[in-house]
């Protein structure tokens, strides 16, 4: 099993459209979780820290569920520009020191205009 | 802004050819950088973990001799491909940071393609 899995996709949605990624791992110690955006041939740059509460950055809602060593992404009115590969990552290092990612293999968005 | 810097972001050589990324923090010191590699549709896997004055650490399965590793300053990690065959063309992309919890930040990363 891998230690972070996602749907792989890719998913077509409209403009416009609210679409839900989900992502589980295996490492019930992992202490910080995030979701990265990478576009084609880029590196993969930070969208959100997913937190337990759940956070919210605009149109970007993240979800933790410990119990069940889940995360999700959901991204609402979805614009042509967050067509991109949307990496769950887990990072399962120890405290107070510089942590080691283990991503998924992302999972594929494409808004179609 | 860009915190982590990559250089370069495209090689292209021949068989054969040694091979050397650089890695800089822009406006923080790091003690520990990291480096990954990405083939095609697959996700990042990480290679080995650049600790600044000293022995870089290598995960399973990748070669030490051959992916030899630097970090001489706090700022600086370089990354040098030895005898590079078609087989290690691939991106390449180094990160930093990640303390307490902190997401790490990626450099642009470097598309390595070898003839």
């Known amino acids: 099993r891998k230690e972070v899995e996602q749907d792989p996709g890719p998913f077509n949605v409209p403009e416009g459209a609210t679409v839900a990624f989900n992502c589980t791992y295996s490492?019930?110690?992992?202490?910080?979780f995030f979701w990265y955006r990478q576009d084609c041939r880029k590196e993969p740059k930070l969208l959100m820290s997913?937190?337990?509460s759940g956070n919210e950055d605009g149109r970007f809602t993240a979800q933790l569920n410990r119990a069940s060593q889940y995360i999700s992404l959901l991204i609402r009115d979805s614009k042509l520009s967050d067509s991109a590969t949307y990496l769950c990552?887990?990072?399962?290092?120890?405290?107070?020191?510089?942590?080691?990612?283990?991503f998924g293999s992302g999972t594929q968005l494409t808004v179609l205009p | 802004g860009a915190v982590v810097s990559q250089h370069p972001s495209w090689v292209i050589c021949k068989s054969g050819t040694s091979v050397k990324i650089e890695c800089r923090s822009l406006?923080?010191?790091?003690?520990?950088m990291f480096w990954y590699r990405q083939f095609p549709k697959q996700s990042l896997m990480l290679m080995a973990t650049?600790?600044?004055?000293?022995?870089?650490?290598?995960e399973q399965g990748v070669e030490k001799d051959k992916f030899l590793i630097n970090h001489a300053s706090l700022t600086l990690s370089t990354l040098t491909v030895t005898s590079a065959h078609p087989e290690d063309s691939s991106f390449y992309i180094c990160?930093?940071?990640?303390?307490?919890?902190?997401?790490?930040?990626f450099g642009d990363g470097t598309r390595l393609s070898i003839l």
């Open positions: 990160s930093a940071g990640g303390k307490d919890n902190q997401p790490q930040h």
């Open positions: 490492n019930s110690a992992s202490q910080s």
């Open positions: 997913v937190y337990s």
């Open positions: 990552v887990v990072n399962s290092g120890s405290s107070g020191s510089a942590r080691q990612l283990t």
């Open positions: 406006d923080f010191q790091a003690t520990t």
């Open positions: 650049s600790n600044e004055g000293s022995k870089a650490t290598y």
